[in-house]
């Protein structure tokens, strides 16, 4: 993530700075820059001419907001946080302004509330940028602050009483995974190993919470840290890694429904264990699904959609190995009837990802073979023709025969021969 440092900056996208130019401030109606030069920005969900405002209204806007929020609810509201026309959250620079924003609002009007300032804190840290020396530093002043909150919190008897019931005990751990998260990222030997502390303390938290979710995350992020140390890449179980993943979609979209970011995030990661794990149809139709949603709620240029659209892109290229050259390619389309498969490449793995070298090449089909997880369809099967047209993935391949794991609920996995299998560059 980047962000600015100073107020010479444009918080908005180029589809959106010129839209500015045409539109005004939602709350003050100006529709120039305001009287600190900031011009107008807006980093939500909204289109068209609406949802622009200056920072420094958004600001007013939600400490308004925040003082009649606490008196009725003793919650500040979301105002710092989501945007209220288009009910989306704020994302990049404006989310970074703003949470700031946010922080020093409660610690000049409502710092004795702790859990309030302790949540103010932690949406804090997770826009800060550990590659940034200002971000860095702040985040290091946080997780003080935040640690010395929760002490202090441990001494008032009352709390000590609930610390449980009260939801205490939730924000006490949420706190030391955040802490544990801010120094793994830093990645100093001497950071990882505060990293390891935090997480395993919250650990013990979750579990005595009962909160699964959260105590594998941080698991898992031992793990990683653990793996650091120790200077070797970090196994993963492939099956293990999918239940988890599945989990958190799950968990996420239960919570806060399948539009929101972070569920759409989720996704992704799903998809991604699905891929991993050859499950190339179903990571395919989740993509496309997720990249839908996010596309129809929040836009084609937020964030959510961005990704989910270039994750969409890299699973659909249909990796072949071409068994004439020993090389992976990149399969394009059939021609010559499905007797030939266009390909391109050869794909090479490299610091910058794969780097395509435009070689095109029209190879018959029996040299064409595809990777693992590809989609294909069964086709002109005499025996079991109740398979053909059948949609599934590739899995093993022995002796020019693949074993295809269908689609259809129902459907055994079954053994076919390559010459049966066409590849489904786009599914129905």
Known sequence: MTHPMSVEVNMCTNNAADEASSSCCWLCLGDGPDASGMPLTRNCSCRGSSGFAHLSCIIRYAEIDGRNSFQSTGNIGAAFQECPNCKQEFQNDLRYHLERARVSFIEKEFSNDHMVHLRALIHRMRVLDVKSDVDKAE???????????????????????????????????????VVGLFHMNIGSEENLQGALDY?????????????????????????????????????????????????????????????????????????????????????????????????????????????????????????????????????????????????????????????????????????????????????????????????????????GQFEVHFEEAGLEPAIIKHENLRIVFELP
């Open 139 to 177: 985040g290091d002043q946080i997780c003080f602050k935040m640690v010395s909150i929760i002490d202090e919190m441990k001494g008032h008897p009352s709390m000590q009483r609930d610390w449980k019931s009260g939801g205490f005990m939730k924000m006490e751990a949420v706190v030391l995974y």
């Open 199 to 399: 997480f395993r303390r919250a650990v013990d938290l979750f579990t005595l919470l009962g909160d699964e979710i959260n105590m594998m995350t941080a698991k898992k992020n031992i793990s990683k840290v653990e793996a650091k140390l120790h200077g070797v890449e970090m196994y993963y179980d492939e099956g293990s890694n999918l239940k988890f993943s599945q989990k958190q979609y799950n968990y996420w979209f239960e919570k806060l429904g399948e539009h929101h970011p972070i569920t759409i995030r989720r996704g992704e990661l799903y998809a991604h264990a699905l891929y991993c794990s050859n499950q190339g149809v179903a990571a395919e139709r989740l993509l496309t699904k997720l990249a839908a949603i996010s596309r129809q709620v929040h836009g084609p240029t937020h964030n959510s959609t961005l990704s989910a659209t270039s994750a969409l892109k890299d699973i659909k290229e249909r990796r072949v190995f071409i068994d004439s050259r020993k090389e992976w390619f990149h399969a394009l389309r059939y021609e010559n009837d499905g007797l030939s498969c266009v390909v391109k490449g050869p794909v090479v793995e490299s610091a910058h990802g794969y780097e395509d070298h435009m070689l095109t090449l029209s190879l018959p089909i029996a040299d064409v073979l595809p990777a693992p997880g590809t989609p294909v369809v069964c086709h002109g099967l005499s025996e079991r023709a109740h398979l053909n047209g059948k949609i599934g993935d590739t899995q093993g391949f022995n002796g």
